[in-house]
């Protein structure tokens, strides 16, 4: 590890007040459009068009009960942690984010009648406080803080900024396929969110819930900044590619994708492969590492190049619908490893680096299958199973719980009704039951955990 004295650096940028009053000025557009969409319009599509410009989002709000969990976070993303993880400790009852409410706008125009100039951006934020989801903020809070008494925290690619979702621009053609500038979700999350029986719900998805699968290893790949995407369709086939410059400071490593897929009548199935050289995964510093004169408002890093291949799937037979995916994910040391000092994700000062972690290759298996019925038009029942399973890639083979490089497994069974009182509009209930083992349990309070769920979501 590579330790950065308080005295050497400064925090770099976070986001500032401008950046606040940038997201009351998209509140207030978002309600401009609103109110100026003719009602001939809305009866139209359905939708909150105006001039080629799209009001889009949605709100999600959940009562849980945690066999184990931790205070609610005003940063975090998922707000709680419904799965078991490493921060969960005493039972808790509160309110927290069932999946990710966000607003965005997206745009249109036709430039001729065979091209379009296409944008999009979208914010997330917590539905609990109103703050924009920010991971690395959650684990500055627990900087230097006593595990029992941690709140919910765990990095993201959502850090804080105005538009912590997407915010790419491009141009699309129906012959020719979609180029999209910025910054990108990847294949590997476009192809999770397809093939997700539980849709991604932090309340009832393993994938959904820690991100890792979706960033192809790490979370914060989940969406990449400065990125190209291009995506191609003709009939039942599909293609795509993304590239990733890799040369800002949040993001200094390259990354490349490639996806294919098949849409045929009540069967689909992708394949994505993934490669992200220098891939930063942020946690809390220590007691230990603050009072060496560490910057309190600063964070660890380990850092990795990861190779994925992922394949998801799906079938519809009348009221069933069969789910399934896998995902190899292999983690190395970085090929040019990073030193202390650089600004990550949003803006925050990474102070200690690491990267040696992976003395040999750590290989992470992710696998899940699920079910859906519609019992009624309105009304649909999911059960779902998900599974990690890591191996031992420490310079000392093992398979307990002494350290997190030891082999281990994660299993997730969950239910969920859902109903829908409208198109926008429908609420849900269910249960997670999650266990950790072996170097996957390393440095928990508790292995297992459970979550009864009830929520409502508004989608527009």
């Known amino acids: 590890m590579v330790p950065l004295a308080r005295e050497s650096r400064t925090r770099s940028s976070r ?3 401008k950046s606040r009053v940038a997201l009351r000025q998209l509140f207030v557009l978002a309600a401009g459009i609103a109110a100026t969409v003719p009602l001939r319009a809305l009866a139209a599509d359905d939708s909150l068009t105006w001039n080629g410009i799209t009001l889009y989002g949605a709100f999600d709000i959940a009562l849980v009960h945690e066999q184990h969990g931790s205070p609610l976070s005003q940063d975090y993303d998922k707000g709680v942690p419904w799965l078991i993880s490493k921060t969960s400790n005493k039972p808790i009852t509160t309110l927290g984010p069932g999946n990710q409410s966000r607003i965005g706008l997206r745009g249109k125009e036709s430039i001729n009648d065979s091209l379009d100039f296409i944008f999009n951006v979208e914010t997330g934020f917590s539905t609990t406080s109103g703050k924009l989801s920010d991971g690395p903020a959650s684990l500055i809070h627990n900087n230097g803080v006593a595990q029992v008494n941690q709140t919910s925290a765990s990095d993201s690619s959502r850090a804080g900024q105005l538009f912590n979702g997407v915010a790419n621009a491009g141009l699309s ?10 910054r990108n ?19 009832f998805s393993l994938i959904g819930f820690s991100s ?86 600063s964070l660890a890093a380990t850092i990795s190049d990861n190779t994925a291949y992922t394949l998801g799937a799906s079938y519809t037979n009348g009221p069933f ?14 090929d040019l ?67 997190s490089n030891c082999s281990g497994d994660e299993n997730v069974f969950s239910v969920r009704l859902d109903y829908r009182f409208s198109k926008r509009f429908d609420a849900y209930a269910g249960a997670a039951y999650s266990k950790v083992r072996g170097g996957l349990s390393s440095g928990f309070l508790y292995t297992s955990n459970v979550d009864p769920t009830i929520g409502i979501r508004f989608q527009f």
């Open 15 to 17: 986001p500032t007040p």
């Open 173 to 182: 053609s129906k012959e020719f396929g979609t180029l999209t500038a910025g």
């Open 185 to 203: 979700a990847n294949f590997t999350a476009d192809t999770i969110s397809k093939f997700d029986p539980m849709n991604t719900a932090f309340a």
């Open 212 to 297: 890792t699968a979706a960033g192809g290893g790490n979370t914060e790949n989940a969406r990449l900044d400065d990125s190209l995407k291009y995506v191609w369709k003709h009939d039942i086939f599909h293609a795509g590619a993304l590239y990733q410059f890799g040369k800002s400071d949040s993001s200094p490593g390259e990354a490349w994708q490639g996806n294919v897929g098949v849409d045929y009548g009540p069967f689909a199935i992708d394949g994505v492969y993934a490669h992200k050289k220098d891939s930063i995964s942020l946690g809390s510093l220590s007691a230990s590492q603050l009072s060496s004169g560490l910057a309190r408002e």
């Open 321 to 334: 619908k069969l789910f399934g995916g896998y995902e190899h994910i292999k983690y190395e040391n970085p």
């Open 337 to 403: 490893p990073l030193s202390a000092g650089f600004s990550g994700l949003g803006g925050y000062l990474v102070s200690v680096v690491n990267n040696a972690a992976f003395p040999n290759p750590k290989t992470l298996q992710v696998s899940w299958i699920g079910l859906r019925y519609l019992i009624t038009p309105n009304l649909d029942i999911t059960g779902a199973a998900y599974h990690y399973d890591q191996n031992a890639y420490g310079a000392t083979k093992c398979s307990t719980n002494a350290a």
